[in-house]
């Protein structure tokens, strides 16, 4: 089993900037890919950012491009998620996840089902 623990949530004002971070530990053996997901009250959860572990390439929902930067350090086995200029739309819980196994791909385009371990979320909150 693995375990995935999040933080750097909070509240923040508009056009503000904070940086989550995701600590994976346990029996994580090797990793494929880490990523972001968010969940707003009264809505289903949607992609957000993901990254291979070997190559570090990254891939974003259309709604941050731009706005939010992820990034990843392979022997900490940490996944960072750098926000700028926040919106109010952006506010909801944040998770990220990892996708375990060798890398048959370097290819962070994964589907939310691909993932294999989740976090248990951080909030985020972005006021106007």
């Known amino acids: 089993q693995a375990q995935l623990v999040e933080s750097g949530g909070g509240l923040v004002q508009a056009g503000g900037s904070l940086r989550l971070s995701c600590a994976a530990s346990g029996r994580t053996f090797s990793i494929y890919a880490m990523g972001w997901f968010r969940q707003a009250p009264g809505k289903e959860r949607e992609f957000v950012a993901g990254?291979?572990?070997?190559?570090?390439?990254?891939y974003y929902a259309d709604s941050v491009k731009g706005r939010f930067t992820i990034s990843r350090e392979n022997a900490k086995k940490t996944v960072y998620l750098q926000m700028n200029s926040l919106k109010p739309e952006d506010t909801a819980v944040y998770y990220c996840a990892a996708r375990l196994g060798f890398p048959y791909s370097d290819s962070a385009r994964l589907a939310e089902n691909d993932y294999d371990y989740w976090g248990q979320g951080t909030q985020v909150t972005v006021s106007s």
């Open positions: 990254i291979s572990w070997t190559g570090g390439n990254p």
